[in-house]
């Protein structure tokens, strides 16, 4: 399973951006997929996940300015920016995992596999 991210960028306040996650064969359809990010200085936290079946669940802080979404194909995750924040500022990775759903789809420790980052920055 290979997983690659990509759409990260400078952006101000307020601005958006849509972060891609192109995942071999068909892990996007039959797997979890995660969003995740780490700032300097900061353990990675959890920020969105999809499961196999399509439920969504957001950190707090994202929910209603975010929206992680799969393609028709299903070989692609999206997650959707908007009303970005300096906050948001950290490297973004996607992951994959099977078998989640519900809160476990927030735990870290349960994605087996990992894309590189993507770095957003956000200037005020």
Do not use: H
């Not at 690659?4 to 979890?32: D, I, P, W």
């Not at 900061?42 to 499961?51: G, L």
């Not at 799969?70 to 920016?81: E, P, S």
């Amino acid at each position: 399973v290979q997983l690659q991210a990509c759409g990260g960028g400078l952006v101000q306040a307020g601005g958006s951006l849509r972060l891609s996650c192109a995942g071999s064969g068909r892990t996007v359809s039959t797997y979890a997929v995660g969003w995740f990010r780490q700032a300097p200085g900061k353990e990675r936290e959890f920020v969105a996940a999809i499961s196999r079946a399509g439920s969504t669940v957001y950190v707090d802080s994202v929910k209603g300015r975010f929206t992680i979404s799969r393609d028709n194909a299903k070989t692609t995750a999206y997650l959707q920016m908007n009303s970005l924040e300096p906050e948001d500022t950290a490297v973004y990775y996607c992951a994959a995992a099977r078998d989640l759903w519900g809160m476990s789809l927030m735990s870290i420790g349960r994605y087996d596999y990992w894309g590189q980052g993507t770095q957003v920055t956000v200037s005020s």
